[in-house]
């Protein structure tokens, strides 16, 4: 279980808290919807949830094990919201999934990447595209939870929806429990077991 | 405009010789002068650097078209030889110069308190003049060749070291970066696949701007003579030699030498900027 033991941040020593003493409970295949007003934090908080960030108070758990004494690859993993940012522009895409040691051929063709696109760089895909990659280079076996933040928000109805569905019959697959972080109330209803708002 | 042309396009882009191409041939021109500068230096052979005292001290002819010295050697043959050995020994420092700055920039990434002791380095180095500091390891080294390699080589990072270090912290802060570490990658890794490609423009052009100062620094403290022994053929050894004898009219012996070297130089300043102009576009725009 992923659990969010009552964390809280701000930016600056003395600064406004951003949010105090969050409590989050996510189960293995439970999808969990978050939702939040503009500079609520969402982005803040699964950067912690993560471990990009430390909290200043409270702990993330995996398992009972505190997120950040993992080494190698973490269980926690995020998708961003720009593929096009989070994707060395000087890397083949070959090299974006060889970064992931633990992948499986058959994810990528669950996710629709092609064979082709393998040889090309970052420019010359789109960014649906990029996502699938994003996508695929988070989701090696290693990987118990996943935390998209706004993760089809630039994408057209039509890939949202195929990359929303590849990555929720993935977590059904493995198990994996996923927190969804989007302002689209709708998209979150569709896809989640339970949504929470944040503040 | 013809149907085919692009709306608003530069006519000189259509044109045969764009800046693309421009900038290629002048690549391509100095690599060959720069080529066949070194080799006409090591295809000469020593008798032609040797004493003839008939010949002394005449002024440029169709015989010898630098001139003659006051021991009536070609100064033509004894500059190719010196610009040679310039060469080398830009060639050597410049290296060495990149690695100490590829060096210490990649270190600058590991936390803030190493990031301030590299910064510091360099203003330190930076604010010393380049002479002096060239001068005292030099001399305390011992002079000679290793003592101007040494010295130079140890004097020259910090500017490139300074660019290096601010395109690492750019770098640095960008997601595929944290991405990574999530992934489980270690520092070294990180360095190696994903700081090194973005660093590699700005080290090949700082690599080659470094050349003209190296070998200007390597010049000028030959000149002043704490640098290498005087038999070897150096320019700045011609060049305070030549001081002595220009009294007597003997304008030759510093002129072409001077020359060759700027030129020399100013050749591999226009082959940097030219490559920078090819590999790097965004430079004029940051």
């Known amino acids: ?199 | 405009m013809s149907g085919q042309e692009m709306i608003g396009a530069n006519p000189s882009v259509n044109s045969k010789w764009n800046l693309r191409r421009q900038t290629l041939a002048i690549i391509v021109i100095s690599v060959l002068l720069l080529a066949a500068m070194t080799v006409s230096g090591f295809l000469i052979e020593n008798e032609k650097l040797s004493v003839n005292l008939e010949a002394r001290n005449s002024s440029p002819s169709l015989d010898h078209l630098f001139g003659t010295d006051w021991l009536g050697r070609d100064m033509l043959a004894r500059t190719l030889k010196g610009l040679t050995l310039s060469f080398g020994v830009g060639l050597l420092t410049a290296f060495l110069s990149t690695i100490i700055a590829l060096f210490l920039s990649l270190l600058s990434s590991w936390n803030k308190k190493i990031d301030h002791g590299v910064t510091w380095l360099i203003d330190l180095f930076i604010s010393m003049p380049h002479v002096v500091t060239l001068l005292l390891i030099s001399f305390a080294i011992g002079g000679g060749f290793k003592g101007v390699v040494t010295g130079i080589a140890l004097t020259h990072w910090p500017s490139l070291t300074r660019l290096l270090r601010a395109e690492v912290m750019k770098v640095k802060t960008e997601q595929y970066i944290g991405v990574s570490r999530q992934l489980g990658k270690s520092r070294w890794w990180i360095a190696c696949n994903h700081y090194l490609p973005h660093l590699m423009p700005q080290i090949m052009v700082g690599f080659i701007l470094l050349f003209p100062h190296t070998i200007l620094h390597e010049a000028a403290i030959t000149f002043l003579g704490f640098g290498l022994s005087p038999e070897q053929p150096a320019i700045g050894i011609i060049l305070s030699e030549s001081m002595r004898y220009l009294s007597t009219g003997m304008w030759w012996l510093a002129f072409f030498p001077g020359l060759s070297l700027v030129i020399m130089v100013g050749i591999f300043d226009l082959l940097g900027n030219s490559i920078r102009k090819l590999i790097d576009p965004f430079h004029g725009q940051r």
């Open chain 1, 1 to 199: 279980m992923l659990k969010v033991n009552g964390i809280s941040y701000r930016y600056q020593n003395n600064g406004p808290w951003v949010f105090r003493n969050f409590r989050l409970a996510v189960q293995p295949g439970e999808i969990v919807g978050l939702c939040g007003y503009n500079g609520a934090g969402k982005t803040t908080l699964a950067k912690i949830i993560a471990g990009y960030l430390k909290p200043h108070e409270g702990e993330i758990l995996v398992d009972e094990q505190p997120v950040s004494s993992f080494t190698g690859i973490r269980p926690v993993q995020l998708v961003w919201q720009h593929p096009e940012k989070s994707i060395n522009p000087k890397w083949k895409m070959k090299k974006v999934l060889e970064e992931t040691t633990d992948l499986d051929e058959e994810l990528l063709s669950l996710l629709g990447i092609k064979s082709e696109w393998l040889d090309r760089w970052p420019s010359e895909l789109s960014g649906g595209e990029l996502q699938r990659f994003c996508l695929a280079r988070t989701l090696g076996k290693h990987t118990k939870y996943l935390i998209a933040d706004e993760m089809t928000t630039m994408l057209d109805a039509v890939t949202q929806a195929q990359i929303w569905h590849a990555l929720l019959e993935l977590a059904k697959q493995r198990n994996i429990g996923i927190l969804a972080i989007s302002h689209n109330q709708h998209l979150l209803q569709k896809i989640s077991d339970r949504t929470v708002s944040i503040a």
